[in-house]
């Protein structure tokens, strides 16, 4: 019952947020398409959201930062700018519970800032389950059509659970892998960009650090020496284990692989 009366409460502010962000949103099979023909990708889910309009606010492996919080906007708002080299993802539209909880407390904030661009949104869930659950094989077959053959560079953060599955990841040519740290990773951002500057036998960056991975996604992808290939890719290990092994929801897994 507080759920529809939520819904009802919020019916104009969640009409207005569908509006704004389903009308220019690529598809979750579109986004991968076009990543894999050469755009790197960032994505927002609820915790880059808040981190960026609630300064209170802080995730478990994150502490909220003036700084990280500029960035992230900063990339919302230049977007036309940069959006021949990334694709910029929003969630999917929810009415859930979290998500109209976001919405009631956001929306006035957040809606100005997309407004501020033209440009198409990618899909934030192409790494999280429900991409899997709608495309099943056809996912599992286009992610890997990204990384077929190429030299791939994984940056997570050290002892994450990330895991280079064959099913997903036994067709690229080459791969190593940088550790990052595994809670406030943002502090040493400009000490991992300098080493994978001086990276130069890697065709793509594969990216799982969180709201840390969004910016430094748009970092690598508009470096002034040459932009990389970068994408961030969460938790799309986790999402094809919850979908194809019947293993836990990402949420449900600790922030750490366990030893």
């Not at 998500?99 to 407390?105: D, L, Q």
């Not at 895991?163 to 740290?181: G, H, K, M, T, W």
Request: charged letters at 25%; glycine letters at 8%.
């Amino acid at each position: 019952m507080l759920e529809v009366l939520g819904r009802i409460g919020l019916r104009d502010t969640l009409a207005d947020a569908r509006t704004v962000i389903q009308s220019r949103q690529l598809s979750m099979m579109e986004t991968v398409k076009q990543v894999a023909e050469g755009k790197s990708v960032a994505r927002w889910g609820d915790g880059e959201i808040k981190l960026m309009l609630q300064p209170e606010f802080d995730l478990m492996y994150q502490k909220a930062l003036p700084a990280l919080a500029a960035e992230l906007e900063a990339m919302l708002t230049s977007y036309d700018e940069n959006s021949s080299k990334i694709i910029l993802a929003m969630p999917t539209f929810f009415s859930s519970r979290l998500w109209m909880g976001i919405f009631a407390e956001n929306w006035h904030l957040l809606k100005p800032i997309l407004e501020e661009s033209q440009s198409k949104w990618g899909n934030t869930h192409v790494s999280r389950p429900l991409f899997f659950q709608r495309h099943g094989h056809e996912a599992v077959g286009a992610w890997r059509s990204v990384w077929s053959n190429k030299r791939v560079c994984v940056i997570a953060g050290r002892g994450s659970k990330f895991e280079l599955l064959p099913e997903l990841f036994d067709n690229v040519a080459d791969v190593r892998r940088i550790d990052s740290e595994p809670a406030d990773a943002y502090a040493t951002l400009p000490e991992l960009k300098q080493k994978l500057r001086a990276i130069d036998d890697v065709d793509l960056f594969l990216i799982a650090l969180g709201p840390s991975g969004t910016v430094l996604a748009g970092h690598l992808s508009s470096e002034a020496g040459g932009a990389h290939h970068a994408v961030d890719i969460g938790h799309l290990a986790s999402s094809y284990l919850n979908v194809f092994k019947g293993g836990k929801t990402p949420e449900h897994l600790p922030t750490r692989a366990v030893p």
